[in-house]
């Protein structure tokens, strides 16, 4: 299969991938191409801001959480029709989980789906030293295909031209583009990185920015004609591409305050039987009719605390629904919510809805970061004790009077080295930090729907 493709990397963090991956997506939807983006890695905030640029839900690829095939599988489906699939990469090239391997790396996804890979470099204060910069990227990993470089915060038209030169002259690397440093053009951010798409008021404006700058300073055309040279992919077996009738409606909490979801995750939900059913914590005064679970994923609900604390109808009617059996499963924003309080940054607190019997802290510094391995310590909505799943937690809040006897994991990986117990189950409930993607724990979403099924059973047979 003939798909267009490319992979934007970094030398490192910071370098200006997701904007750069943003004036591309917006130049060349304005071309009226149909663009497709992917994020490396475990990351919410990117696809989002993707999804506004292209106007296409951007899909994360993640080569630790699932497995080659698995993440070649989802890239053929999702890029299938495209007439370019843009990935963005994660931190830089080269580094994996914990910086050890190139397990989760971009260098990694760029192998498994043989894509041509555009190297973002820092230009401030380079002149030929860019050549041995660029030199060691390309020469650690020969099967990693550098096919064009771009230079960011060139100081200077003469800057460009050099630099242009002894990357051309004495690598025969196309310069794809050297982007100058623009003041006006501000991506407003908070502690978890890139302020939210549903958040951010003047994204369509930053955009517009974005496209007519990609426009001026970076060769699209060349850059399209590197995407076209891309190999051609063995399609394999595939994703399941119809939806079963639907045996469950699960109410998914999505507004400002929950949006971090993988969309490849509720699709394999839905694709395993579920009916998404989006609700607002912040707005609805009811959960959807006729529902048989609820899953509340992570966001940002630091940032609404008023307006979670003051809806009281829906924090009864999850406390009601809980009470009455129905499966709830809630990650890292979704566990804070169902605490019995939030404490602000400013030291004031906020009543959650108080089902998780436990308080919770916004700290100012980091609290936990990285992929996980969490081991199922007993019966769960997820599973039975030993199951072990994959994923990433990511969080600046604390939590505290949490018995070790109620945690529902045992947790490896993140911010630390020794297992630890990790989050809140019992009877019909789990919450934690826990970010999962369900595609990559297939087990523990079967569980999961299952337990809604049954649920369901009895209410209808209860009402009739």
């Not at 698995?70 to 890029?79: K, M, S, W």
């Not at 490849?264 to 609700?279: K, M, Q, R």
């Amino acid at each position: 299969m003939h798909i267009p493709r490319l992979v934007l990397a970094g030398t490192h963090s910071g370098v200006g991938k997701t904007t750069v991956t943003l004036g591309l997506l917006a130049a060349l939807n304005r071309r009226g191409l149909r663009v497709q983006p992917f994020k490396v890695g475990p990351d919410y905030i990117d696809p989002g801001l993707h999804r506004a640029a292209a106007h296409c839900v951007s899909h994360n690829l993640d080569s630790w959480m699932g497995s080659p095939a698995q993440v070649r599988q989802l890239f053929i489906r999702r890029a299938a029709g495209s007439d370019l699939a843009v990935v963005e990469g994660v931190m830089g090239l080269y580094d994996g989980v914990r910086g050890r391997g190139e397990a989760g790396s971009t260098a990694q996804v760029a192998k498994i789906i043989q894509a041509p890979v555009v190297l973002i470099f820092p230009a401030k204060g380079l002149a030929r030293s860019a050549i041995a910069l660029i030199s060691g990227y390309r020469s650690f990993d020969p099967r990693v295909q550098i096919g064009g470089v771009i230079a960011n915060g060139v100081g200077s038209d003469r800057h460009r031209e050099f630099l242009r030169e002894v990357v051309e002259g004495e690598l025969s690397l196309p310069l794809l583009g050297a982007l100058s440093h623009r003041q006006e053009i501000v991506m407003p951010q908070r502690h978890l990185g890139l302020l939210p798409a549903v958040e951010n008021k003047e994204l369509n404006r930053t955009l517009e920015q974005l496209a007519r700058v990609a426009e001026e300073q970076l060769d699209i055309d060349k850059i399209i004609d590197l995407a076209q040279k891309a190999p051609l992919l063995e399609d394999g077996p595939g994703l399941p591409c119809t939806r079963p009738v639907p045996r469950v409606r699960l109410a998914v909490a999505r507004d400002e305050a929950f949006n971090f979801y993988y969309d490849d995750s509720l699709d394999y939900l839905t694709e395993s039987g579920a009916a998404i059913v989006p609700f607002s914590p912040l707005r609805d005064a009811q959960l959807p009719p006729d529902i048989d679970g609820i899953y509340i994923g992570g966001g940002f609900p630091e940032q609404f605390l008023p307006e979670l604390a003051a809806n009281q109808l829906i924090k009864q009617q999850i406390i009601a629904a809980h009470q009455s059996g129905m499966p709830i499963y809630a990650e890292c924003g979704g566990l804070m919510y169902l605490c019995q309080g939030i404490c602000s940054l400013s030291g004031e607190e906020f009543p959650g809805v108080g089902l998780v019997p436990a308080r919770v802290k916004m700290e100012r510094k980091l609290a936990a970061l990285g992929y996980v391995r969490a081991r199922l310590v007993k019966p769960t909505l997820l599973g039975e004790p030993g199951l072990e799943l994959r994923g990433h937690e990511f969080h600046w809040s604390t939590i505290s009077a949490l018995s070790p006897a109620d945690a529902a994991y045992q947790l490896s990986g993140g911010r630390g080295t020794e297992e630890r117990p990790e989050g809140y189950a019992k009877d019909n409930l789990l919450a934690s930090y826990v970010h999962l993607h369900f595609r990559y724990n297939p087990t523990a979403a079967g569980n999961f729907l299952a337990q809604c099924t049954r649920y369901g059973q009895v209410r209808r047979t209860k009402h009739g």
